[in-house]
């Protein structure tokens, strides 16, 4: 590499590598970014849940948030519902519960948690905590239609059709922000004597040179798994889901209430996701093969289309396998790898396009501008993002550790606890007699905050033991629970309805 960076390529099309070149280009003009993809490798095409955090990637890229909404088939989501997954009720005898966006009121300042058992425990934590329950059963948007772009009243991100995204990312960062695009298969990796990539051969275009490769090659890893060999950390004996069959339906009425949280219901062998779109659902199965046949998964994903109202005529759902698990390393001499070729867990809490969106700020703010300071770059790069995918990895078990489902072998699998990380294991016993804080996740960009924690742990059942409480504690809580009542009773009437302020949005295209 010469001394300068001046030279980038990110090798893949999918929504990993669009967000990358897109975000590169925006915030580094001065560099030459190329995007290689293969006609040869379809992209994945169904991550359609994000983060809150994506608004901000959004605005960084320079997208506007309107028409957006209008290209993507874009709803809002302000954050998770889980049915079933506690006791395997799947809703009709309470065993629900919903992860929000929105912190609690008072989060940080005040302990909520003793005060919420003491005085309306029988209430779900997140309904007293949070008006955001309310607002989501309620139907409603999660802004006005004068709130300013990406600015919000409740949190949100957004579900939206992965492939109208990754078309809209591309013609953007193409058309706007120079981003030059090469439509070729990459035969060959070309190494100089030290070990750094020196070109990727493609079929057509000859050697494509660079300083730094981005891998956002998908499942099959080119550069980081194949070429550099750098083994996959398994997370099977934690998270074992393995398989998913992902299908779109239409909805039985275009006017059909439009969820704006993505619902995750537990079956005997799995979870099945609904997203729901303007104008379709995405729905898949998403099963562990060690547990469940392929027949028993598309079994479970029908008798879940036909509950919901799925009408009959349906598409053949997609077969779609993976090895849970990420790299050992990210970034190995020029070469960093985002997205799936980096790793890929089950897609509930959907983290995934959420690690893509901080690999890609980290790499844009710290951005090694000669090849002699990346080394150290590399080092903060790799450490910061296995303990990131570590606490995935914790907080995605711990939706299954606390089940007392006993229907099969997959959910008493999940609740022994030498399946636990090592972590949960430390932490459960400590939240007994506490909340989780703070200080269980030291640092500022945590993946998930103790809020996410106390939503999954009050939501699946899980108490502390009792203390008596000061009354001045309770006070401050019950100010704070008084505030969220209040928040919601004027969030409820004063939002516009979810359908509603999307189909204005889509009226007022200009
Ligand atoms: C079942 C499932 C559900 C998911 N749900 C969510 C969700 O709700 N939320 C979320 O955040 N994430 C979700 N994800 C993850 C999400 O889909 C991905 O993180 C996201 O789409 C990024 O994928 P990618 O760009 O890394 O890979 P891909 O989309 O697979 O793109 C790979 C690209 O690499 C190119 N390529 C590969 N090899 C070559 C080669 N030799 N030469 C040239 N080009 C090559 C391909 O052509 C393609 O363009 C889900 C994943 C799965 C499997």
């Not at 709130?147 to 990754?166: E, M, R, S």
């Not at 998403?286 to 509950?307: G, I, K, N, P």
């Amino acid at each position: 590499m010469n001394d300068r960076l001046r030279e980038v390529v990110v090798l893949g099309g999918g929504s990993a590598g669009w967000l990358v070149a897109g975000l590169l280009a925006a915030e580094h003009p001065d560099l030459r970014i190329t995007l290689i993809e293969s006609t040869d490798v379809p992209t994945i095409g169904v991550g359609e849940g994000t983060w809150p955090s994506m608004r901000d990637t959004l605005r960084r890229i320079g997208l506007s948030e309107p028409e957006f909404i209008r290209r993507c088939q874009v709803s809002f989501k302000q954050g998770s519902r889980f049915d079933g997954w506690a006791r395997g009720g799947a809703g009709s005898d309470g065993d629900r519960y919903y992860h929000p966006f929105m912190l609690p009121v008072g989060y940080g300042d005040v302990d909520l948690v003793q005060p919420w058992l003491a005085t309306q425990g029988q209430r779900p934590f997140a309904d007293v905590v949070s008006p955001s329950v309310q607002v989501c059963e309620a139907g409603r948007a999660p802004k006005q239609v004068q709130t300013p772009d990406f600015a919000a009243v409740a949190n949100y991100a957004y579900h939206f059709d992965a492939g109208l995204f990754g078309q809209m990312l591309r013609e953007h960062a193409v058309a706007k922000l120079g981003v030059h695009h090469v439509i070729d298969h990459v035969e060959a990796v070309l190494s100089f004597e030290n070990g750094d990539i020196a070109a990727l051969r493609t079929r057509e275009h000859g050697e494509i040179k660079a300083d730094l490769f981005i891998d956002c090659s998908g499942l099959t890893s080119r550069l980081i798994g194949q070429h550099f060999g750098v083994p996959l950390k398994s997370e099977r004996e934690a998270l074992f889901n393995d398989a998913a069959l992902p299908v779109q339906v239409p909805y039985a009425t275009p006017d059909a209430p439009l969820a704006s949280v993505t619902v995750a219901t537990a079956w005997a062998k799995g979870w099945i996701w609904d997203i729901g779109l303007p104008s379709r659902r995405g729905v898949g199965c998403v099963y562990s093969r060690d547990h469940a046949s392929d027949d028993e998964a598309h079994a479970a994903l029908t008798a879940y289309l036909d509950a919901t109202g799925a009408p009959a005529e349906r598409p053949t759902p997609r077969s779609i396998r993976f090895d849970p698990g990420y790299r050992e390393q990210f970034w190995v001499r020029n070469c960093v790898a985002i997205g799936l070729a980096s790793g890929f867990i089950e897609p509930l809490e959907a983290s995934a396009l959420a690690l893509v969106e901080l690999s890609a700020q980290r790499l844009c703010d710290e951005l090694p501008m000669t090849r002699a300071s990346m080394e150290a770059v590399a080092r903060r790069f790799n450490d910061d993002f296995s303990y990131r995918w570590a606490r995935v990895i914790d907080f995605l078990k711990l939706h299954y550790a606390l089940s007392q489902r006993d229907d099969s072998d997959y959910w008493r699998a999940h609740r022994d606890p030498a399946t636990w990380p090592e972590r949960l294991r430390e932490l459960l016993p400590q939240w007994q007699m506490r909340a989780p804080a703070r200080h269980d996740f030291g640092r500022i960009d945590e993946v998930f905050p103790s809020a996410s924690y106390q939503y999954v742990l009050y939501g699946m059942g899980f108490r502390p033991d009792a203390e008596s409480l000061p009354a001045a504690k309770l006070q401050a809580a019950q100010a704070c629970f008084d505030e969220a009542a209040r928040q919601a009773r004027r969030f409820v009437p004063g939002l516009p309805g979810h359908r509603s302020l999307l189909d204005h949005i889509h009226k007022t295209e200009t």
